[in-house]
DNA sequence: TTTTATTGATTGACGAGTTAATAAAAATCC
DNA sequence: GGATTTTTATTAACTCGTCAATCAATAAAA
C-alpha cells in the first residue's frame, strides 16, 4: 500500500532517528539497522532512500547544524547593538539544545571524523566559517582587530564548550559565563554597554 | 623459541603500533589484527598480553599523555618567572608533537570515546585537571583571578588545537602565537615582560 | 505499464576474543 | 647433573556475532 510522497517523511525520520540513536549510544557505533528500526521502517528502505550509512550521518550532521543556524538567527534579529550581536553569537554556542547529549555526541563524533571524511571536514569547516565571520561582522566597530578577536572568541567558544561537554566539573552556564566575561576582556572594558 | 622477557618490548611495540595505525586511518576503526601486524605478532598474543582492544587502546593514549607530559616539564624546568612557566606550558601545548597527524587523530578518538568508556574519561578529566594546575599556579602571581584565567586559557588552547588541527585555514604557529596574545591580554599589559 | 513504496531474505565480509597446541627457558626435585 | 614440572611465549584455527549492502518479490498509485 505505497502512500505517496513518503520520501520527505522517511528522510525526515531517518535523520532524527540517527540523532537519538548516536545519543542514546554515545557514539558512531550505531547500525544501520537500529536507526531504521527506530524510524519504523526496514533497513532496505533506509538504504533505499540515502544510498548508505555515511550519507544517512552527513544529513543527520547538516540538520544539526541548521538547527544550530536557526538558533542565532533568532537571537542575532534581537540584538540592537554590536556587542549584543556578539553575546547574542556566544548565547547561541551555549544554548541548552547544543547541550543535549545527542548533540554532544553528533559533535564530537562530527570532530572525530572529519579527519578522514570529506564531507564531514566541508561541513565542519562551514560551521567554522559562519561562526568566524558573524563574529567578526559583531566585533568590527568594538575594536581595531576584528579578525584576531574573532579568532579568539570562536577558539574559546569551542574549546569552552567541549569543556563544558565532556568534563563533569563544569557546566554549560559556568562555560557561558566565561565566554561572556572574555568577550568583554576582548572588546576592551569601555564598550561593555550593551 | 621464547625468548623470555619478551612482555614489555611486545606491550610497547602494540602501544607504538596503535598510535601509528590510528594516524594511518585517521580514526578509531582499526582492528586488532592490524595494530598486531604492524607490531609484527599475532592476533593472539595482543590480547594475550592487553586483554582486549579497549586496553590496547588506553594505554596508546596513556602514553600520549604521557608524551605530552614531559614536553610540558622539560619547559617548564627552563622558565625562571611566571610569565615565562605560562608561555612554557602554552608552548607545550603547540609542540609539532602535538600536530602529528597520529596524535590528531588520537586525541579526537579520545574526545570522542570519553563520553561512553569511563576509562578514557577519566584520562580526559587527568589532563584538563593537570592543565588546569599547572595554569593556575603559573599565573596565580600575575592576575587576581587565577582560577578563571586559568579556565579561560586552557579553554583557548583546547579551541585553538581543535581549529588548527581540524582546519585547512590555521596552522600550529599561527594557533600558538594566537594563544600568546591571548595570554598577554589575560595579564594584563604591565606583566608582559619575561 | 510504469513509477513509487516496501520488505524478507540473503550475501559477503570482517572482526573480537578463545582454544588448543607447540616450544623453549627456568625452576624444582631426586 | 639429569629428569620433571612449571612458567612464558607464541600462533593457527576457530567460534560466534555483526553489519552494510543487495536482491527479488509484492503491492498500489499514476
Redesign the pocket.
Known sequence: ???????P??RSALVTATIEEIGAAGHL??????I?KRA??????A???F????Q?FLAAMRHILREFGQEALVRLRDARTPYARAEAIVGACFAPSCFAPATISAWMTLYARAQTNDGTARLLRLYQLRLHSNLTHALRPLTDTPDVAATTMASLIDGLYLRAALARTSDANHAHQTALNALKTIVGPKNDQA
Chains 1, 2 share one sequence.
Open positions: 500500500m505505497p502512500k505517496l510522497g513518503m520520501e517523511i522517511r557505533g550505531v547500525t544501520v539497522g537500529q531504521a519504523g521502517m526496514s533497513t532496505a528502505l538504504h533505499h532512500y544510498g548508505g550509512k555515511d544517512i
